[in-house]
């Protein structure tokens, strides 16, 4: 299902047209004369440049530095009290920065383009934020009219489409349960076609099979090709749904892909199960010349440093079959962004006690 996104669908307060929020051609107008950031291309979203936010005395985040491409869903990651909302709330123009500079859809952030600049982005935060005592539709009717969003109809049918929502469209959303409430603010944040969609938490407090649905939204979103910013403390959600990721703990603590993260903070490593715990581990390792460490953290189990498991797996099995070993099995030790995340936040709260 294609939404609506004819220019023509939009007006302004004062009736006059306005673009449609996703980029077409990929290029967006920067309305003023601030310099463009090195590195921004037509093709990026987001380029955001040494910002930092300061309430006072309190640093929420600090020269904080990354890039997100169009079509790209990013995921921002980090302990409560990281920053991550209030970077949400700066790159949506809500607050302002204390230092550094971004661009938003091509357009520099500043106080003169906020108005531009939402025109083309949309925020789901963690509450959805809708009327109980209205329906789904006239919620939608509500935000569409302060969208200044003509021929409504089309555009809102399509957004509850999106989200699989059609048959609930005249229930109260004060009677819908979270998950679905959680769809109707997805909804809403699609009427605008925005080519940035900020989604702070948006599986906050829902169960399992509730989660589950608004992942599968966002994988369907990102296969329209809309350009996510997920917020989430839900680790195997990032996983599961990013291309990249950001950690964040007031600075930012890397960005990458799930995989190279894996691949950056931890050595590869064989993970070796045997019925019997072996004789001599130490003599019998020391002899496999691809095998450059272990350790064992329980009986029959080990955990062999390698440097590449292809190589060192049949050589790894042969010896242990050679010293008459039962191998129950062998295989590439697996790190999942929990992990990532984990080593990183550590190594802070170590860093904080020194
Ligand atoms: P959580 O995961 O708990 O939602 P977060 O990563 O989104 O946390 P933020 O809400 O961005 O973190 O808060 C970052 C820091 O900035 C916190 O120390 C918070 O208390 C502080 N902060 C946020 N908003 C304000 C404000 N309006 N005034 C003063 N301090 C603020």
Not at 2 to 16: N, R, V
Not at 25 to 31: D, K, L, N, P
Not at 288 to 307: F, K, M, N, R
Request: overall charge negative; proline content about 5%; aromatic content about 6%.
């Amino acid at each position: 299902m294609k939404l609506p996104s004819d220019p023509a669908d939009f007006e302004a307060g004062d009736g006059t047209r306005l673009e449609s929020h996703a980029p077409r051609s990929g290029r967006t107008e920067a309305v003023d004369d601030s310099p463009v950031l090195g590195g921004t291309t037509d093709q990026t979203a987001l380029v955001v440049k040494e910002l930092t936010k300061r309430f006072g005395e309190r640093t929420a985040f600090s020269d904080v530095s990354f890039q997100v491409a169009y079509g790209e869903v990013f995921g921002f990651l980090g302990p409560n009290g990281a920053g991550k909302t209030t970077t949400v709330r700066t790159l949506g123009t809500l607050i302002t920065a204390t230092s550094g500079t971004a661009t938003v859809a091509g357009i520099p952030l500043n106080a003169k383009n906020g108005a531009d600049i939402r025109r083309r982005i949309s925020i789901m935060p963690e509450s959805p934020g809708l009327y109980w005592r209205l329906t789904v539709t006239e919620n939608l009717e509500y935000f569409a009219g302060l969208y200044g969003l003509r021929r409504a109809g089309p555009r809102i049918k399509g957004t509850l489409e999106a989200v699989n929502l059609v048959d609930r469209a005249d229930d109260l959303c004060g009677a819908l349960s979270k998950g679905l409430r959680q769809r109707v603010a997805l909804a809403r944040t699609l009427l605008s076609d925005p080519a940035i969609l900020f989604l702070d938490e948006p599986t906050s407090g829902l169960d399992p099979v509730a989660a589950l649905e608004v992942h599968h939204l966002i994988d369907e979103l990102r296969r329209r090709g809309v350009t996510i910013f997920l917020t989430t403390h839900r680790l195997e959600e990032a996983e599961k749904l990013c291309d990249r990721v950001a950690i964040l703990n007031t600075t930012l603590r890397t960005v990458g892909r799930p995989e190279d993260l894996r691949a950056q903070l931890f050595a590869s490593a064989l993970v070796v199960k045997t019925r019997a715990p072996l004789h001599d581990p130490d003599r019998l390792f020391a002899g496999i010349p691809a095998v450059q460490g272990w350790h064992s953290d329980a009986p029959g189990s080990y955990e062999l440093s390698v440097s590449d498991p292809r190589v060192a797996a049949p050589e790894v099995t042969r010896g242990l079959v050679g010293a008459g070993a039962d191998v129950l099995s062998i295989g590439e030790a697996q790190h999942s962004l929990e992990d990532v995340y984990l080593e990183l936040i550590d190594e802070d709260v170590e860093a904080s006690r020194r």
